[in-house]
C-alpha cells in the first residue's frame, strides 16, 4: 500500500492563495496518474486536477486557470498551486494516485476561504 500524506490547507481570505503538497511513500515516476479532489460539506467529491507520469494535467471547470498542479519526482511530491481563491473553493482536499499497487487515498487537508 502506497501512503500518502496531504499538508498546506488552512484558512485563507478571499483572493488568496495557497499550495497543498502531497507526499507519497513510493518513487512517484512509477505512478500512472496523481490527483487532487476536493468534498464540500453535503457535496459530493469532485475532481479538481491530475497530472500524469508523462506529464499531461487536467483541471476540473471550475478552476478556469486559478489553479495549477506539478510535480516533483526528485521529492516524490505533487503540487496544487491555488490563487484567487473564492469561498466555493472551501473544502477538503484529497490527495489521490494510481499505480501499479491500485488506487490510494490521503487523509485530505481542510481548506477554508473566508473573511
Known amino acids: 500500500q502506497v501512503q500518502v500524506v496531504e499538508s498546506g490547507g488552512g484558512l485563507v481570505q478571499p483572493g488568496g492563495s495557497l499550495r497543498l503538497s502531497c507526499v507519497v511513500s513510493?518513487?512517484?515516476?512509477?505512478?500512472?496518474?496523481m490527483g487532487w479532489y476536493r468534498q464540500a460539506p453535503g457535496k459530493q467529491r469532485e475532481s479538481v486536477a491530475s497530472?500524469?507520469?508523462?506529464?499531461?494535467?487536467n483541471y476540473g471547470d471550475f478552476v478556469k486557470g486559478r489553479f495549477t498542479i506539478s510535480r516533483d519526482n526528485a521529492k516524490n511530491t505533487v503540487y496544487l498551486q491555488m490563487n484567487s481563491l473564492k469561498s466555493e473553493d472551501t473544502a477538503v482536499y484529497y490527495c489521490?494516485?494510481?499505480?501499479?499497487?491500485?488506487?490510494?487515498w490521503g487523509q485530505g487537508t481542510q481548506v477554508t476561504v473566508s473573511s
Open positions: 489521490n494516485v494510481m499505480g501499479p499497487l491500485g488506487v490510494d
Open positions: 513510493e518513487n512517484i515516476s512509477r505512478l500512472y496518474r
Open positions: 497530472i500524469t507520469n508523462g506529464g499531461i494535467t
